[in-house]
């Protein structure tokens, strides 16, 4: 049963420490989206990448969040510094995305749930 | 950008009843919609999506409607039961699958009172 995880589940940490969580996507998907949820917002995409290659990461403050795909089987999103404003439940989703007439679908995993004291 | 807005943020149905849930778009470039289910600490699934050539779908109790003259679509769900309780999201994109990521709405929390 081929399924997108992420690690680690639950995080919780101090104002200014460095987090990183990570996302191990379905094998064979070639886009991986980071998303952010919190009852205010709801759900934001924060960034995305296809093939490893970075697409989009215009949902992302840039001073203290940084996303990579150090290779086809990761990705990690960090934020440094952490702020309490960041706590929140960061999901990734992966998909294998081809040509837009294709059926395609986004899996989502089941996030990290992040809390900034 | 797009921006995606849905109603009603909660709804409760008695079990057997039916259930609907709107969602309007702002941007007429977008093609793809499909509709995710959230239960409590998992993430989104998703359940059913329609694309812009297509006006309705079914897929046994759920079906969704699109109006893309009016920017609206519509998430139904028939003879309601217990484990269709959770957090139902719209979304919206302009490429098929989200693969240019998905604009979500707010979601709506559906309780089936038994």
């Known amino acids: 049963d081929a399924r997108v995880t992420q690690t680690p589940r639950h995080k919780v940490t101090e104002m200014g420490q460095e987090v990183t969580m990570r996302c191990q996507p379905i094998?064979?998907?070639?886009?991986v989206f980071w998303y952010r949820q919190t009852m205010m917002q709801g759900l934001e995409l924060l960034a995305y990448f296809r093939n490893r290659a970075p697409l989009d990461d215009s949902g992302m403050p840039k001073d203290r969040f940084s996303a990579e795909m150090p290779d086809a089987t990761l990705a990690t999103l960090k934020i440094q510094p952490s702020e309490p404003r960041d706590s929140a439940v960061y999901f990734c989703?992966?998909?294998?995305?081809?040509?837009?007439?294709?059926?395609?679908?986004?899996?989502f995993g089941p996030g990290t749930r992040l809390t900034v004291l | 950008g797009e921006n995606v807005e849905q109603h009603p943020s909660t709804l409760s149905v008695q079990e057997g009843d039916s259930a609907v849930i709107k969602c309007t778009y702002s941007?007429?470039?977008?093609?793809?919609f499909p509709w995710y289910k959230q239960e409590l600490g998992k993430g989104p699934q998703l359940i059913i999506d329609i694309r812009s050539n297509v006006g309705e779908k079914k897929d046994q109790r759920i079906a969704v409607t699109l109006n893309k003259t009016a920017k609206h679509f519509s998430l139904h769900i028939t003879e309601t039961q217990p484990e269709d309780s959770a957090v139902y999201f719209c979304a919206a994109s302009i490429l098929e699958g989200g693969a240019d990521g998905l604009t979500f709405g707010k979601g709506t929390h559906l309780i089936i009172q038994p």
């Open positions: 941007d007429s470039a977008s093609n793809y």
């Open positions: 989703a992966s998909g294998l995305l081809l040509a837009i007439s294709s059926y395609n679908e986004q899996f």
């Open positions: 094998l064979g998907h070639n886009t």
